[in-house]
T-cell receptor, first 116, second 110 residues
């Protein structure tokens, strides 16, 4: 079956703009998690959506938000972009949520965001 | 503060060598520890560990967890150039909290 897809793959924005990233999970998966990966901070959890509800949230400012649609596709929005938001944004889908085995997370290819 | 620390940060070995990657954690309400291999951008799942002392094995890779000392190791024997990647350790805590280490970058040279 098709894997997790993310669009766009690359994005260049300027400070102050806003951006929306999209993630389509594996068919049948109901959980979508978003992560930010930077060289200095590693992989950091942003939030997780399950059945259109945000189930958990990491320690990111309110400029980072997301939503999930009835088909489990998820979007992540970052408003008022800052230079430090430049990162690789990964989404991962699973049937129930984070964890391996039956609940294994499958990651998408990521969106590389550059803020100038 | 909950955290996951991986060591070493980077490693360069020759094909055929055996490597051991370390992951220590301080996370309250621990549920599981997971290892991922990240090539280019996409992490792929390797192991999930929930119980101490039980080795998980997949081919040349194996991993074990020590919940008393709060660490895990990932062993790769007879390394190949295809093992070159960043290896990520993540800890899942109750309440769907997830913490990742910064990763160990492994380079295997022929």
């Amino acid at each position: 079956k098709a894997g997790v897809t993310q669009t766009p793959r690359y994005l260049i924005k300027t400070r102050g703009q806003q951006v929306t990233l999209s993630c389509s999970p594996i068919s049948g998966h109901r959980s979508v998690s978003w992560y930010q990966q930077t060289p200095g901070q590693g992989l950091q959890f942003l939030f997780e959506y399950f059945s259109e509800t945000q189930r958990n949230k990491g320690n990111f400012p309110g400029r980072f938000s997301g939503r999930q649609f009835s088909n489990s596709r998820s979007e992540m929005n970052v408003s008022t972009l800052e230079l430090g938001d430049s990162a690789l944004y990964l989404c991962a889908s699973s049937f129930w949520g984070f964890g391996g085995g039956l609940n294994e997370q499958f990651f998408g290819p990521g969106t590389r965001l550059t803020v100038l | 503060e909950d955290k996951v620390v991986q060591s070493p940060l980077s490693l360069v070995v020759h094909e055929g060598d055996t490597v051991t990657l370390n992951c220590s954690y301080e996370v309250t309400n621990f549920r599981s520890l997971l290892w991922y291999k990240q090539e280019k951008k996409t992490p792929t799942f390797l192991f999930m560990l929930t119980s101490s002392g039980i080795e998980k094995k997949s081919g040349r890779l194996s991993s074990i967890l020590d919940k008393k000392e709060l660490f895990s190791i990932l062993n790769i024997t007879a390394t190949q150039t295809g093992d070159s990647a960043v290896y990520l350790c993540a800890v899942e805590a109750s309440g769907n909290q997830f913490y990742f280490g910064t990763g160990t970058s492994l380079t295997v040279i022929p």
